[in-house]
DNA sequence: TTCGTATTTAACCATATGGTAAATTACAGC
DNA sequence: GCTGTAATTTACCATATGGTTAAATACGAA
């Protein structure tokens, strides 16, 4: 998953106050350049960003479409938990009402 | 992550309609014992699920508590890249009122 | 005590992930 | 063409992850 690393979501978040050069996005970051070059990688192979070229830099944006689809899959995601935790809830409302007949519990 | 993996998503959500056994929620998932047994391993160290004894058996149970916890996180995230895609869009429109002042595309 | 069923442990393996250092490429300016 | 800066590629390494089989453990029932 793209946005599972730490590195990323932070590149991610860096890149949603406007476009960097890959040296801006490594330092605050603590890692060597390849791992970051890595990491840009994982981000425009899922095309959460793009890059372009200026002179020796490699400027990266953040691609708009893709972050959409995900703010949609955490409201999704969110639906699907509550619905759970509903299903979840009336089970164990259902336990407290049986509760006197036998505790399995030691 | 104790959510990442689609088996353990899988276990959660068959734990959601009530308490199961090992072989039970290993039956639909096309892997070993043993690999159920890690997965529950990793649920249980993330405080998802409980377990108990009876005879052979070794019960699982969802733990209520940490997926209300889950579910207020999917709904902080979403706010979180949901404020990121207003900051994102707002800086997408100034640059298209720019548009005709220096086009750095080729 | 022995047998069958449920589960776990132990030992092992393949692959993915995240990092490094060193060499290489790309480019601007002198 | 040479030099300095930005970034990437290459080769390598350590660890995490997810799986396997075979053996061990736990328990009820015969």
Known sequence: ????HPARRGMLARLGKGEATVGELAQPLDMSLPAVTKHLKVLER???ISRSKNAQWRPCQLEEA????ASRWF???RKVWESR???LEKHLHSMEKDAGSSR???
Chains 1, 2 share one sequence.
Do not use: V
């Open 1 to 4: 998953m793209a946005l599972a």
């Open 46 to 48: 899922a095309m959460l």
């Open 66 to 69: 893709p972050l959409k689809t």
């Open 75 to 77: 409201e999704q995601q």
């Open 85 to 87: 935790l509903d299903r």
């Open 104 to 106: 399995g519990r030691e």
